[in-house]
């Protein structure tokens, strides 16, 4: 049997005004726009090379409740990249909520993390060294 392969993935976060979160990932972490859906606008599609990350407004009787505030310091999203410090650099200068500083990590990446708007935190990490990923 052949084996379908998978090609990309997308976090869902939800966004308390969803056209104030879409323009954040635009003008704060470099995701540009695809899509903007809905009048008023309640669903959007932003990505960055070959990552998208899918944006839903919140309804307003709901509280977001970000990842971090269930169990500490677990992301709503995490990001493999290429070039961390490069990634760390371009987002503190594109004015971006870091949430903790760039570090080496005992599981082999180095990363940092954001905030987005609405609490999400995301994590941006590069592989150091292989050890522990099966």
């Known amino acids: 049997m052949t084996k379908a392969k998978i090609l990309q993935q997308a976090p869902v976060l939800f966004a308390r005004d969803l056209p104030k979160t879409a323009s954040h990932w635009d003008e704060k972490v470099g995701f540009r726009r695809l899509g ?12 960055r090379d070959f990552v998208h990350v899918m944006l839903s407004q919140a309804p307003a009787t709901r509280e977001i409740v970000p990842h971090w505030r269930i169990k500490d310091k677990l992301w709503n999203a995490y990001i493999w990249i290429d070039d961390a410090r490069a990634m760390y ?3 503190k200068e594109r004015g971006a909520l870091i949430d903790y500083d760039l570090g080496e990590q005992p599981y082999g990446v ?4 954001i905030q987005d708007l609405d609490d999400h935190d995301i994590g941006f990490g590069q592989v150091l060294a292989p050890a522990g990923r099966d």
Not at 36 to 47: N, R
Not at 110 to 113: A, N, W, Y
């Open 89 to 91: 650099e371009e987002l």
């Open 110 to 113: 180095l990363e940092f993390g």
């Open 36 to 47: 903007v859906w809905g009048e008023p606008p309640d669903f959007a599609i932003a990505a």
